[in-house]
């Protein structure tokens, strides 16, 4: 099969690009002397999964119980579920710990400790947990200095039902910068939060064996993670238009893309009509605040390669529609219907969330792989 | 089961709201004289559209051809595929009508009405097919008035392997409108784009048994569809935020809501940190652009009442952020860490995309069923 022989849309993952980003990531953080706890939620998929666990010492990243069901089943034992936990969910983690899932929850706050350690107690085990660190101010998390740390470590390490596994922190606000002088000043400080909180609570003579950051960009960017035992990114292995314009990756970098047909043309107000609308490249803008807002995504032809200044303008459920980025004329003749076309997305999360396959090429057309994703929770 | 035992995020889909959402519809339009075609893109499940079928003429309208296939599985013949034909989606369309499906194609320009024609040719079989025509200038079709349609008419109408069945629009701007006035000139013009199409056609000596409009806000605030022949909509079913923004729906008709769990908060800031992030909500923020934006959601406690003022103000993966409206203060002390919330989402097609099934609910927290629904192409 090749892909314009496809039904669209159609999610298309470039193999060179996804092993080269996910090599180059190996590389930076081996120099720099720490390992990487790849984040699954953008890959949603063990076949990609299993490409970036390779030279890492194991362990992963859930945002779901959903995703630590399946990498387990997969064969993945060591699983930070990296979201605060609700207690509706410890029931879910106690049932994965008792098949022999290594899962490690995170709280935020001395409620969630609490629940945490009553949970383990009622069902006869130690849960273990990270704390939460806010190194940004952008989310969720203990503030760096807030006594709670303490009370929280406490609580943990002392109550039986939990065990304190140390501390975590996502600078996610590393996303709004607007240089690399700003990711790498953001990519210390999410260090000095992180390793400034684990000896605030080793001093207060708890155990904090775990110290783990990261974000994509900050993850890329750090030129030091001295005192920090381990790193999480997610993005880096298909990367997108946002890091791109955070000068994260360069735009041929970016592995995933939607092929989608050109379906009609409107040609006197220059747009072009295709069957990828929102569905299947997400409701997401995350360039609209960027320095180059990329619309819905940049048009590139079906080998891949981004044409003139074309991007998608506007979308509705399953009609995108193709213009000049500054509204120019678009000669729509080069492109009649049927036209096969790939659409390089804002945000990989976001448009991979949207389909249920990778097909797998490998700079040419050639589908080699069709491999399965999943989502919910 | 109750809501306050589900695991979250998780889909809720309030089974009176919704059966009182269609029985507004039909009797709006039986009032009219027109029948119902209704749109399932927004419910994906034949739970919701047997609800919807009843009492109408049995057909239905589809964005994706995955849709025609389950569909047509549970029994519904006349399908109606409302987005333009690309060529590589018509031998699965030939297969669909070779099992007795009926499903008719929508074409707005020459070279895709010629791609028809000459596949039904080439399987041995006339494909049928309604000209989009463009009411709103606001995506795909002929504009009226274009001499462009004659020609596509007579293509569909006299080459062999296609069928002309007649003319449909979406007055897809309707979303767009200021005001009821606004909404109500726009189904005026919607009719009258169609109907005049449908008799030029026939002026020509063409054939347009069909004469196909619709949108939500258009379909239930028209006050004539005369030389109409069907109506069709999907968001009524659910209403959404938008819908209530425009002025088509009360909040209190709003049936689908997402069920989330306070996971932390941020006292300083007066936020509450939920378990309901974009993959829950989806990312569509369709009110940002009318007179009250409602952030990511309206926040409601578990019986589905709206919160004073609490939206959530912003969303990442699996997170989501709830605050006051204007900034204001937040009483983070009633929402404990636990306590299950609401969210009513802003595009009803958008949110319950991200979900595979329905907890349905009649007023009170017991889950009476849960309903599948499914998604991609």
């Not at 360069?250 to 409107?266: C, E, F, K, M, W």
């Amino acid at each position: 099969m090749k892909l314009d022989e496809l039904a669209t849309p159609a999610l298309v993952l470039d193999r060179s690009r996804l092993e080269r980003n996910i090599a180059r990531m190996r590389e930076h953080l081996a120099r720099l002397g720490v390992g990487l706890r790849p984040h699954v939620k953008t890959a949603k998929s063990i076949d990609v999964v299993r490409l970036a666990l390779a030279g890492q010492p194991g362990g992963i990243t859930v945002s779901t119980l959903k995703e630590a069901e399946y990498f387990f089943a997969h064969g993945v034992r060591d699983i930070l579920y990296a979201v605060g936990i609700a207690p509706n969910k410890l029931d879910h983690v106690v049932a994965l710990r008792r098949q022999g899932a290594d899962v490690t929850v995170l709280v935020d706050n001395i409620a969630a400790a609490q629940a945490v350690a009553a949970r383990g107690r009622a069902r006869g085990m130690d849960l273990p947990a990270l704390i939460e660190i806010d190194s940004d101010g952008h989310r969720s998390g203990v503030r760096p200095g807030d006594d709670t740390l303490i009370r929280i470590g406490a609580i943990l390490d002392m109550e039986r039902g939990a065990t304190l596994r140390g501390v975590m922190t996502h600078a996610g606000g590393s996303y709004d910068c607007k240089s690399m002088g700003a990711i790498l000043a953001m990519a210390g400080q999410e260090r000095v939060a992180a390793v400034g909180c684990a000896e605030a609570l080793r001093r207060a003579g708890l155990p904090c064996p775990v110290v783990s950051v990261g974000s994509t960009p900050t993850a890329a960017c750090a030129d030091s993670f001295e005192g920090v035992t381990e790193v999480r990114a997610g993005v880096y292995m298909f990367f997108d238009l946002v890091m791109a314009g955070l000068g994260v990756c360069r735009i041929d970098d970016i592995a995933l893309s939607v092929l989608t047909t050109v379906i009609g043309h409107q040609p006197r107000k220059n747009r072009i009509i295709t069957d990828a609308g929102w569905m299947a490249l997400s409701r997401d803008r995350g360039t609209a605040k960027q320095w180059r807002d990329q619309g819905y995504g940049v048009v590139c032809d079906v080998h891949g390669v981004p044409l003139d200044d074309l991007i998608v303008s506007d979308t509705s459920q399953e009609h995108g529609i193709v213009a000049d980025r500054g509204g120019g004329a678009v000669d729509c003749a080069r492109f009649p219907v049927g036209t096969p076309l790939r659409i390089l997305p804002n945000h990989a999360c976001a448009t991979a969330a949207q389909h249920s396959r990778y097909h797998v090429v490998d700079g040419g057309l050639a589908v080699e792989a069709v491999w399965e994703r999943f989502g919910g929770w």
